[in-house]
């Protein structure tokens, strides 16, 4: 792990925290409601690899677990949301809201 570039490190960081999340047979009746919450964990990707993370958080969210993040990069955020607030000093604003066949999907 500590040979890793930033960016391995977030993947791997990444991959633990779906480990612990996952169910392999989801039943929401039989389990309580999972929530992944992330803090800019696409700062350290490179694009390709920020891309497939918001993939694969798409397929996290398609499974029913609830995925909020925040990211400071507005273009990266406007293509993926299903629903999208910004926030500066302190204030929150409803920007868009797209549907699930959004171009990013």
Do not use: F
Not at 16 to 34: G, H, M, N, Y
Not at 72 to 86: G, K, S
């Amino acid at each position: 792990y500590p040979t890793l570039s930033g960016g391995e490190r977030a993947r791997v960081q990444l991959a633990r925290v779906l480990a612990q999340i996952w169910d392999e047979q989801p039943d929401a009746t039989s389990r309580c409601p999972r929530y992944l919450l992330l803090d800019e964990p696409t700062a350290p990707l490179d694009i390709a690899h920020q891309i497939a993370l918001m993939h694969t958080l798409r397929k996290v969210a398609q499974r029913g677990i609830g995925v909020m993040l925040i990211v400071h990069d507005l273009n990266l955020a406007a293509a993926w949301p299903i629903a999208l607030r910004c926030c500066a000093t302190g204030a929150s604003a409803r920007l868009a809201r797209q549907s699930r066949s959004s171009p990013a999907s």
